[in-house]
């Protein structure tokens, strides 16, 4: 090659991968029996580490077959260099920074060696995006070139097609002879078919970047909350901001799993109709195919996951592996050595209201369990609406701070928090939180309005939701020794009388509407003083 040539050649290449490096695609390859001269190319320019995630040389027997994970039917072929842009693909998905388009690079060739060969002098080369798979097929004339002649073409086409694949113009700088053969096609995929393949494990999931927020190099770990979303409400969007503020750093995804551990899996119009949720409200979220927790852990390594403690309950209990306390604590050692944390909020579970310090947690998994604040988790599913005394014939008064929940049904249901630990953070003796279900503010501007003009008679609809309420914070006629109500802890929801759970209340209370969102601008924001005397456990 003459002078003049080899450097317009080098220059191209050099402008190539420089474009290659300024495009946001991250990729992984797979090279095998050729084109290692691209590896080089790439590796050599500034910026490689935009852009190059991972890159393999499986070049003998054993490393391409468990790089397949089976033996090929032909190690040089289309479908072998097609399943190895797939698998490169996967794996990037998984490398990847959040939010960044993923390229698989998979070559497969049978090029000129010490020895001479019977059959054609010839590679495949295949790229892999979220909707597009292109291969390439080129013959070249046996006996033109030297070994490291074949090395270069090839690594000259499969530089020019990870440029195509990440959308970068790349002028042709052609070393194929009239002799030489090649194809080239690509197919593109929708996103009902890309949202098909990942229902059938095809592929790993698909990111929907939705957020506005940027990427930094900083912040490559996901903090991931997932769920069936069905429907997104508030609440998620909340606890999942104060989860990503309590890490410091992260990206915030929401992840939904296509396929159920024990339901058929959702249908692409399901999965659409879940998504158009998060574009419209500005969300990243992910679709996977994991409805495991340490399946997910596979997929999104380092990364932060949100859940409640009644998940928690279920990760650690052996009834979940098999009965087989030995399994459990391997398979959550595997997680913890992958680097992925659980944020834990606290959730009812059984009826009962617990946070992360409520469970044994198996010694080495300890620090894998992290607890949110509970005072951080109160703006994440409700806002609070207002404060009620509630005075009883003996002069008891009891606090309650009314909660409206972000979603759930028109009928009220209510869950008070465990009440040491309301009346602990909130210095009072008797202080409950309520949490009501209700879809409407305007219901409960009605609610509270009758809550307002509350004259012991059950009278009206709203008499029946304060009836609930003082249930909820387990108000229950005196006992023999005493005239004073009898407060428990239990979650006393059912009632056989109005007469019977209200006793003794002679008036209710209602206080303005609350803006505070932690515990400590809550007591600011109290319309009563902070106690001075003991705080009761009950």
Not at 206 to 234: Q, W
Request: charged share 20%; hydrophobic share 35%; glycine share 8%.
């Amino acid at each position: 090659m003459s002078v003049e040539k080899t450097t317009m050649t080098d220059a191209w290449i050099r402008g190539v991968v420089e474009a290659i490096h300024s495009a946001p695609n991250q990729a992984v390859l797979y090279l095998a029996g050729g084109a290692s001269q691209a590896l080089g190319w790439l590796m050599s320019v500034p910026g490689a580490s935009n852009t190059v995630l991972e890159a393999v040389v499986p070049y003998s027997r054993m490393s391409f077959i468990q790089l397949l994970g089976k033996i090929p039917g032909q190690h040089c072929s289309q479908q072998t260099a097609e399943e190895m842009a797939l698998l490169a693909y996967n794996r990037g998905l998984k490398l990847s920074s959040p939010g960044y388009p993923v390229v698989g690079v998979g070559f497969t060739g049978s090029l000129a060696s010490s020895r001479p060969k019977f059959g054609d002098h010839r590679f495949y080369l295949s790229t892999r995006t979220s909707d597009r798979l292109s291969v390439s097929t080129v013959t070249l004339s046996k006996g033109l070139r030297t070994r490291e002649q074949e090395d270069t073409v090839s690594s000259h086409l499969l530089l020019k097609a990870i440029a195509n694949a990440c959308k970068v113009q790349a002028a042709s700088v052609s070393h194929l002879t009239e002799s030489d053969l090649s194809d080239e096609h690509e197919t593109h995929f929708s996103e009902d078919q890309e949202l098909e393949q990942l229902v059938d494990g095809k592929i790993c999931f698909k990111v929907y970047p939705f957020s506005s927020e940027t990427c930094t190099s900083t912040a490559e770990r996901k903090i991931i909350l997932s769920g069936s979303f069905n429907p997104l409400h508030d609440g998620h969007i909340k606890l999942l901001e104060v989860a990503t503020s309590f890490c410091g750093s992260g990206y915030p995804c929401f992840e939904i799993s296509a396929v159920n551990a024990d339901k058929p899996p959702l249908s692409v119009s399901q999965i659409k109709d879940r998504i158009k949720q998060f574009e419209k409200a500005g969300k990243t979220v992910i679709i996977s195919n994991q409805p495991y927790f340490y399946k997910k852990a596979e997929l999104f390594p380092g990364s932060a996951f949100v859940i409640g403690a009644d998940t928690v309950a279920r990760l650690i209990n052996p009834k979940y592996y098999d009965g087989d306390y030995g399994k459990m604590l391997e398979i959550l050692d595997g997680c913890k050595r992958i680097g992925c944390t659980f944020l834990v909020g606290g959730r009812n579970v059984d009826g009962v209201f617990k946070v992360l310090e409520d469970f044994d947690i198996p010694e080495t998994l300890k620090d894998m369990f992290v607890s949110i604040p509970a005072d951080r988790l109160f703006t994440c599913f409700a806002s609070f609406l207002g404060v009620f005394t509630f005075h009883f014939q003996d002069g008891t008064e009891v606090k309650l701070f009314l909660c409206l929940f972000h979603g759930g049904s028109s009928e009220p249901e209510l869950i008070h928090h465990r009440p040491h630990r309301t009346q602990r953070m909130l210095n009072h003796k008797y202080a409950y939180s309520i949490v009501i279900y209700k879809k409407s503010p305007e219901q409960f501007s009605e609610f509270i309005e009758g809550c307002s003009n509350y004259d012991a008679e059950p009278s009206s609809r709203y008499q029946g939701d304060i009836v609930s309420m003082v249930a909820g914070i387990g108000v229950t006629e005196p006992n023999s020794r005493s005239q004073t109500p009898n407060f428990s802890n239990s979650n006393a929801m059912e009632t056989e009388s109005f007469q019977e759970i209200s006793w003794g209340l002679t008036d209710i209370e209602c206080h303005p509407i609350l803006q505070a969102t932690t515990s400590t601008e809550l007591k600011r924001e109290l319309p009563w003083e902070p106690c001075t005397t003991e705080s009761s456990g009950s």
